[in-house]
Nanobody, 125 residues
Framework: QVQLVESGGGSVQAGGSLVVSCSAS????????MGWFRQAPGEEREGVAV????????DYADSVKGRFTISRDNAKNALYLQMNSLKPEDTAIYFC??????????????????WGQGSQVTVSS
C-alpha cells in the first residue's frame, strides 16, 4: 500500500522559515519522482518543486526559486521542503506527491500517481 504522510508546516511571520516533511512508504523508491504542490483557498493546485528519479535534478516554480529547497533522504524514504524568506502569498496547503518516472509537465497534478493528505502553511504579514 502506497502512503505519503506530510508533517511540519505551521504558522510563521513573513520573512521566516518553515520545513514540511513527507514520509513515504517503502514502495516509493528512487524510480519515483517526488514533488511538492500547494493549494490556496479558491485557487488551483500548483507545482512548487520536484526532485526527479535517482535524485538527478530538481526543478522549482519561478515564484519560489532561491527561497525554497527540495531534498530527499533515501535512508529515511523522506522528502523535505525547506522554505525560507516566506511571504504571505506562500500561504496554502502543501501536498507531497509521487510519480512513476519523470512527470511531464511536472507542474501539473494529473502527472502524479500518489498524494499525501496535505499540511497547512500560514504566513502572516
Amino acid at each position: 500500500q502506497v502512503q505519503l504522510v506530510e508533517s511540519g508546516g505551521g504558522s510563521v511571520q513573513a520573512g521566516g522559515s518553515l520545513v514540511v516533511s513527507c514520509s513515504a512508504s517503502k514502495s516509493i523508491d528512487k524510480t519515483y519522482s517526488m514533488g511538492w504542490f500547494r493549494q490556496a483557498p479558491g485557487e488551483e493546485r500548483e507545482g512548487v518543486a520536484v526532485m526527479y528519479t535517482y535524485y538527478v535534478r530538481a526543478d522549482y516554480a519561478d515564484s519560489v526559486k532561491g527561497r525554497f529547497t527540495i531534498s530527499r533522504d533515501n535512508a529515511k524514504n523522506a522528502l523535505y521542503l525547506q522554505m525560507n524568506s516566506l511571504k504571505p502569498e506562500d500561504t496554502a496547503i502543501y501536498f507531497c506527491a509521487a510519480a512513476r518516472g519523470w512527470p511531464k509537465p511536472w507542474t501539473m497534478s494529473y502527472t502524479y500517481n500518489y498524494w499525501g493528505q496535505g499540511s497547512q502553511v500560514t504566513v502572516s504579514s
